[in-house]
């Protein structure tokens, strides 16, 4: 399924009109149509119940009219009050409002203390309330009576029906400047915006319903929108069939280069992660000092020292470190750098020299992105087109501007730097994105809030580069962002919101069996 930004929305229902000659009152009926069904199981029944539509002047506005007469004809109490000046409603908007009043449905248009003091008594006794204030379109500062009207909607704890999205949210980014409806769920019209994704603006959707309202299919597939949802029916295309006869050294060889004094965790999460993923054979190369600690902690992960800076520093660095690492790639698939590896200038140093002799598959994650900061021509001059797997603060950093300045235009940031680095990026976050060079950008659909815990970087760095062998490497990021993602969702449900990274890392192979078997038609 695609993801539309707003002007990408505004095309589909432009060539909807122009290409196809679907009249706006159309997709308006069927808006209306969908959104009333919605209501109607929030509602359980209609016999007796009691729904609130708040309409603006927009089309939104009028999808919600075009609801009220629906839910009317179910048996449901429709009271609608109209926010704005009615002089301001859009044709098709207009037309929905007369049909409504024909048909004796109350109409108040909130103008008055009278209607304001009307609205916050017919609230107490509503079932549910449908939010058709603000569409796609908002973006900004919110009006003085808007505000007051979801100010009054949250403080209900009434159910809220969203159309398309929660009043207050920008479609494109998620963000909040003040206030917005606080929705039990929300009817997306068409495809997703990012907005439904992003926090606030997820925190604000609740249940994301989605309905296409009779959209020409060719409008809502259109190569020329390169936001996809990464969901399972995408993630089982991803992971070849694995066959009977195959050996370790098929299954990929992974090279992990990771750790340093006191961040020996963040090199074993990883490496783990890498033979959980389905990895052949992992190698964890750390600094000398602190081999014999990582030769004990694990079992199945391979260890080998690097030098040091100095001996006992915990530091990889200098002449001696690079040439032992470049020996050692020669005999690995996919290389992953980074987890707990410090950030002391010889080892950055060592990093970037390594990136720009490799010509096989990389991941760099956490301060193996680092070791880039003010050195991004030479990172978008590697031989191959490296991993990068940074939260946001990381990516942030590493393109030289604030958290703010990312966040306000978070899509467009994350693809330009994809292709201005010539690096495949993974930025994690709430919903986590994988945007290529070429311009596509893939919207995560698992995930949970309890995996907010250290450590989870580090496996889904090494889940990603243990299947680089296994599939397309450039399908890698991909196929390891929704194992990960959903490996969390299965340890959430076992233990709720106190996960450890290790929690996980234990739950990859069985999100591994789940998408087999997903593959298979759901077959055991």
């Known amino acids: 399924m695609k993801i539309a930004m707003t002007e990408e929305m505004r095309s589909i229902d432009k060539q909807a009109l122009d290409t196809y000659g679907i009249p706006e009152l159309l997709l308006m009926e069927n808006a209306g149509h969908r959104t009333a069904e919605a209501a109607l199981e929030l509602l359980g029944e209609a016999a007796g119940k009691s729904v609130i539509v708040l309409a603006g002047t927009g089309n939104n506005g009028g999808d919600a009219f075009a609801a009220a007469r629906h839910l009317a004809n179910s048996g449901v109490r429709v009271k609608i009050f109209l926010i704005g000046d009615p002089a301001h409603l859009k044709p098709s908007a207009a037309v929905n409002r007369s049909i409504d009043e024909k048909m004796g449905i109350e109409v108040h248009e909130i103008a008055s203390d009278r209607v304001w003091d009307r609205l916050s008594v017919a609230m107490k006794f509503a079932d549910v309330v449908i939010d058709g204030i603000l569409g796609t379109g908002f973006s900004g500062e919110l009006r003085k009576n808007v505000l007051r009207l979801i100010e009054l909607v949250n403080a209900s704890g009434k159910r809220v029906l969203s159309i398309d999205l929660p009043s207050g949210v920008d479609a494109d980014t998620g963000a909040v400047t003040s206030v917005a409806i606080q929705a039990a769920a929300t009817l997306t019209l068409g495809l997703p915006k990012p907005g439904h994704f992003f926090c606030p603006g997820a925190e604000c959707t609740g249940k994301l319903l989605v309905d296409d309202i009779g959209i020409p299919t060719a409008l809502l597939d259109d190569e020329a929108i390169h936001q996809t949802l990464l969901d399972e029916a995408l993630a089982t295309t991803l992971l070849p069939e694995r066959l009977q006869g195959v050996h370790k050294g098929m299954c990929g060889r992974i090279l992990v280069i990771a750790g340093s004094r006191g961040m020996t965790g963040a090199a074993y ?187 989870c970087g580090d496996v889904l760095a090494g889940t990603i580069a243990g299947l680089m062998e296994q599939t397309e490497s450039g399908l890698a990021p991909l196929a390891g962002v929704y194992l990960h993602g959903f490996a969390g969702d299965l340890a959430a449900a076992k233990l709720g919101d106190g996960l450890t990274a290790s929690d996980v890392l234990a739950e990859l192979p069985h999100a591994l069996v789940h998408l087999r078997r997903a593959q298979a038609g759901g077959k055991a």
């Open 269 to 455: 999460l990883a490496a783990l992660a890498a033979l959980k993923a389905g990895a052949g054979l992992v190698t964890l190369a750390v600094p000398a000092s602190l081999h014999d600690l990582m030769e004990m902690k694990t079992t199945e992960v391979m260890t080998v020292p690097v030098p040091e800076t100095k001996p006992g520093s915990g530091i990889i660095g200098g002449d001696k470190a690079l040439g032992t690492l470049l020996e050692l790639t020669g005999n690995y698939d996919a290389v992953l750098m980074g987890p707990g590896l410090g950030r002391a200038p010889e080892t950055g140093e060592v990093v970037r020299k390594l990136a720009a002799y490799l010509e096989k598959p990389m991941v760099l994650d956490a301060d193996a992105i680092y070791a880039f900061r003010g050195h991004l021509k030479e990172l978008a001059r590697c031989k191959q087109v490296p991993v990068l797997t940074p939260h946001f603060g990381e990516l942030a950093g590493l393109l030289d501007i604030s958290l703010d300045e990312l966040r306000a235009n978070l899509v467009t940031r994350v693809r330009n730097a994809a292709a201005d680095l010539q690096c495949l990026i993974v930025a994690k976050s709430e919903c986590t994105l994988a945007a290529y060079p070429q311009g596509g950008v893939f919207f995560t659909s698992v995930g949970n809030p309890g995996m907010a815990t250290a450590g």
